[in-house]
């Protein structure tokens, strides 16, 4: 079955911590994404890439760090910089030329 | 402030109800607009609108673009329990800050 994979689904961690959220697809999709998502917002785009050992800032990407070293991986780091950091991650793909992103199943990280 | 603005934030409908959503968007120049379901956790595509304002349908649901009033409206006729969740709308501008621009959503409860 193709689609993308995010892990873990619930992550805690202590303040001053980095963690690091998985996302994997095997759609063979150039571009993948990161979200965050809090209650009452829409997705705000974290970083995103539109080739392997290349990505690009968002609009809220302090305090947080990616790469790109596989086409169908894209780890997202949320590190201590990131002052609040507890929200829903979500990780997008899509292929070259189309719009239409698809989305894996989140993860839920919260800061304790 | 926000290019893609969606109306109402939260609906709460009855079984068998009508329900219009609005997606009102500020930027002229784009390629296309896409319509998102959200049930508990990754954003399922729903339909992509061009300005060719050619309406889309499936099922008891239909979108179409309004390039005039620089909107989209999405249709649910004969609300079921299942149409309960947040729908988005994004906007394909084509910008360098990856493809897609999310409103807040609308969250419709649909009670039996």
């Known amino acids: 079955d193709g689609g993308i994979t995010q892990s873990p689904k619930y992550l805690f961690r202590k303040e001053g911590q980095n963690v690091t959220l998985s996302c994997e697809q095997n759609?063979?999709?150039?571009?993948m994404y990161w979200y965050r998502q809090d209650p009452g917002q829409g997705l705000r785009l974290i970083y995103y890439?539109?080739?392997?050992?290349?990505?690009q800032k968002g609009d809220i990407a302090e305090g947080y760090s990616v790469s790109r070293e596989k086409k169908e991986s894209f780890p997202l780091t949320v590190t201590s910089a990131q002052k609040n950091p507890t929200a829903f991650y979500l990780c997008?793909?899509?292929?070259?030329?189309?719009?239409?992103?698809?989305f894996g199943p989140g993860t839920r990280l919260t800061v304790l | 402030e926000d290019k893609v603005v969606q109306s109402p934030l939260s609906l709460v409908v009855h079984e068998g109800d009508t329900v219009t959503l609005n997606c009102s968007y500020e930027?002229?120049?784009?390629?296309?607009l896409l319509w998102y379901k959200q049930e508990k956790k990754a954003p399922t595509f729903l339909f992509m609108l061009t300005s060719s304002g050619i309406e889309k349908k499936s099922g008891r649901l239909s979108s179409i673009l309004d390039k005039k009033e620089l909107s989209s409206i999405l249709n649910i006729t004969a609300t079921q329990t299942g149409d309960s969740a947040i729908y988005l709308c994004?906007?394909?501008?084509?910008?360098?800050?990856?493809?897609?621009?999310f409103g807040k959503g609308t969250k419709l409860s649909v009670k039996p």
């Open positions: 759609l063979n999709h150039d571009a």
């Open positions: 994004a906007l394909n501008y084509g910008g360098s800050q990856g493809n897609l621009i």
């Open positions: 997008a793909s899509s292929s070259g030329g189309d719009p239409t992103q698809y």
């Open positions: 890439s539109q080739i392997v050992n290349d990505f």
């Open positions: 930027v002229t120049n784009f390629r296309s």
